[in-house]
């Protein structure tokens, strides 16, 4: 196991598992750890003392239900639907369009035009 210190990408890598787990931030560092082969501190120290505390390191989680944003902190704040833009919950809706399986887009555009 290596202990040196992270690359800029290695940074990123931490920034886009926490992106994808935000409400398991350990399980995220277990995650990069295990695929970068560094020490499990090494990573869970670059993010607390690093990478967490840095203003532009703002992540967020689309889901169904709303917005999960974290401000460089531990816990999620999840924001409901009704009180993004309109424009917010458009993007939303375009990201879930685009992780459905084809047949499922289908049924969505036929939807729309019945609508």
């Known amino acids: ?7 800029k990408e ?11 787990y ?20 090494v990573v869970k120290g670059r993010y607390y003392n690093h990478l967490r505390k840095n203003a532009n390191a703002v992540l967020s989680t689309i889901t169904s239900s709303g917005m999960y944003t974290l401000h460089n902190q ?3 704040i ?6 993004l833009s ?5 993007e939303i809706v375009v990201k879930l ?4 399986r084809a047949e499922n887009k289908k049924k969505i555009i036929e939807i ?3 609508f």
Do not use: C, G
């Open 1 to 7: 196991m290596r202990q040196t210190l992270l690359t």
């Open 10 to 20: 290695e940074d990123n890598l931490i920034l886009e598992y926490i992106s994808k």
């Open 22 to 41: 935000p409400s398991n931030i350990s399980y995220a560092l277990e995650q990069v750890s295990a695929e970068l082969n560094v020490k499990f501190n």
């Open 74 to 76: 531990k816990n999620s």
């Open 78 to 83: 999840r924001r409901p639907l009704e009180n």
């Open 86 to 90: 309109e424009n917010d919950q458009f």
């Open 97 to 100: 369009i685009k992780k459905l």
């Open 112 to 114: 729309i035009f019945n």
